[in-house]
C-alpha cells in the first residue's frame, strides 16, 4: 500500500459507502498521510532538485555559484598548520592501528607441523628442543598442547600406527 492507493480507495470505496455523518479514525501508516510537493533530499536525483528549484522560483544556478565559492573559500581557508594537524592525526591513528595488529601476532603461537619426518625416539618433545626452545614453560605448553596427539606413520610402520592401521 502507499499515498496513491489508499487515496484511490478512500476515494472510490471508503467515502461512497460511509454514512453522511462519521468519524474516520487511522493510525499513523505512512500512506495514511502524504507530503504533496516534497522538498528534495541528499537522496534526491540532481536532475529532479533542479526541476523542484525551478518550480518554486529558486534560482538553480545562483544556488551553484555559491556552492562553488563557499568550496573554493573553504579550501583556501585550510592553513599550513590546519592541514600539519590532520597529517600529524592520521599518523597517530595509523601507529595505533599498527600497534593493535602487532599486538594480535604477538598473541599467536605458532603452529608447525612437520611433513614426511620420521622420528624413532618415544620423546616427541626432542624435535621441539631443535627449533632453540627458550625456556622450561614453553617446554611444558609444548608438551600439554601435544599430549594425546600421535604422529602420523608412513605405509612401512604400519604395525606402530594404531588399529586402523593409519
Given amino acids: 500500500m502507499d499515498g496513491n492507493n489508499f487515496t484511490k480507495y478512500l476515494k472510490e470505496k471508503l467515502l461512497p459507502n460511509l454514512p453522511e ?7 499513523n501508516a505512512s500512506y495514511h498521510s502524504m507530503q504533496l510537493d516534497k522538498a528534495p ?17 529558486k534560482n538553480v544556478e545562483q544556488h551553484e555559484n555559491k556552492i562553488e565559492k563557499f568550496t573554493k573559500e573553504a579550501i583556501a581557508s585550510i592553513t599550513r598548520d590546519d592541514w600539519k594537524k590532520q597529517v600529524n592525526h592520521i599518523k ?13 601476532e604477538s598473541e599467536i603461537e605458532d603452529f608447525i607441523i612437520s611433513v614426511g619426518m620420521n622420528s624413532d625416539s618415544e620423546d616427541e618433545s626432542d624435535d621441539y628442543e631443535d627449533q632453540d626452545c627458550e625456556s622450561d614453560q614453553s617446554m ?12 602420523i606413520m608412513g605405509s612401512d610402520d604400519q604395525d606402530t600406527a594404531g588399529p586402523s592401521g593409519l
Avoid at 533530499?41 to 522560483?57: L, N, S
Avoid at 598442547?145 to 600421535?150: A, C, K, N, S, T
Fill in 140 to 151: 611444558e605448553d609444548y608438551n600439554e598442547l601435544m599430549e594425546g596427539i600421535e604422529p
Fill in 41 to 57: 533530499t541528499t537522496a534526491t536525483r540532481k536532475a529532479d532538485t533542479k526541476i523542484w528549484m525551478q518550480e518554486h522560483d
Fill in 92 to 104: 597517530k591513528v595509523e601507529e595505533e592501528y599498527w600497534n593493535r595488529d602487532v599486538g594480535r
Fill in 21 to 27: 455523518i462519521f468519524i474516520l479514525v487511522m493510525d
